[in-house]
Structure formats: structure tokens, C-alpha cells
């Protein structure tokens, strides 16, 4: 599009080289094929620019799919970040009863201990 775009430009530049009773018709030839090579070449630009569109909605579902799926794993480590601190806190006071017992059991077996 551009080569031709160029040898068309060329072709008028060139009409000052040209003596004035050559000129004549011949600037409106140029300016015709101009408009030809410009608006033969309108669909090729505009199908361009849709592929390109295309690709770029591609490109922002998948940034957008990344954002979303990075927003999830965040939401999944609190999730299981309250449950670790649960099932901690639950071991915990499972290991303080079994505390508690165990020292029950002992100062009862010593104390029964201490009647015979």
C-alpha cells in the first residue's frame, strides 16, 4: 500500500519536471489513482486491525482470567489459614485435657497410692 502510495506521489512530484502542456489531465489521473490505491487498500487496513483487536481481547481474558484466579487463591489461603488456626487451637486444648487428665490420673493413682 505504501510503495504504491509513494510511486503515486512520485508521479506528481515529477509533473513539475514536465512541460505545462503535458500537464494538462494529467492531475487528475494522479489524484484519481491515489484515491484508488487508498481505497482499495481500506478493507486490508481495516481487516488488520480487527485481527489485532482480536488478539487483544484475547490478551485481556486472559490477564483478566489470571486476576480472577489470583483473587480466588487469595480468598482459598484465608479460608484454610482461619481452619489451620481452628484445628490448631482445637489440638491445643485437646493436648490441655489430655493434660489435665493425665496429672488427674497420676495425683489419683498417688493418692491412692498413699491409703494402702
Known amino acids: 500500500m505504501l510503495v504504491a502510495l509513494f510511486n503515486i506521489l512520485f508521479q506528481f512530484k515529477n509533473l513539475g519536471t514536465i512541460p505545462i502542456r503535458q500537464q494538462r489531465g494529467n492531475c487528475g489521473k494522479v ?3 491515489y484515491f484508488k490505491v487508498r481505497e482499495a487498500n481500506v478493507a486490508d ?3 488488520r486491525i480487527s ?3 482480536r488478539e487483544y481481547v484475547k490478551r485481556v481474558e486472559g490477564i483478566e482470567s489470571f486476576v480472577y484466579m489470583h483473587c ?3 480468598q482459598l489461603e484465608k479460608h484454610f489459614e482461619k481452619r489451620r488456626k481452628k484445628l490448631v487451637e482445637g489440638e491445643l ?3 490441655s485435657f489430655k493434660l489435665i487428665i493425665s496429672m488427674l490420673l497420676i495425683l489419683g493413682s498417688s493418692s491412692l497410692g498413699n491409703e494402702n
Open 51 to 53: 485481527k489485532k483487536l
Open 72 to 74: 480466588v487463591g487469595i
Open 45 to 47: 487496513l481495516l481487516s
Open 31 to 33: 489524484t484519481a489513482s
Open 93 to 95: 486444648l485437646h493436648d
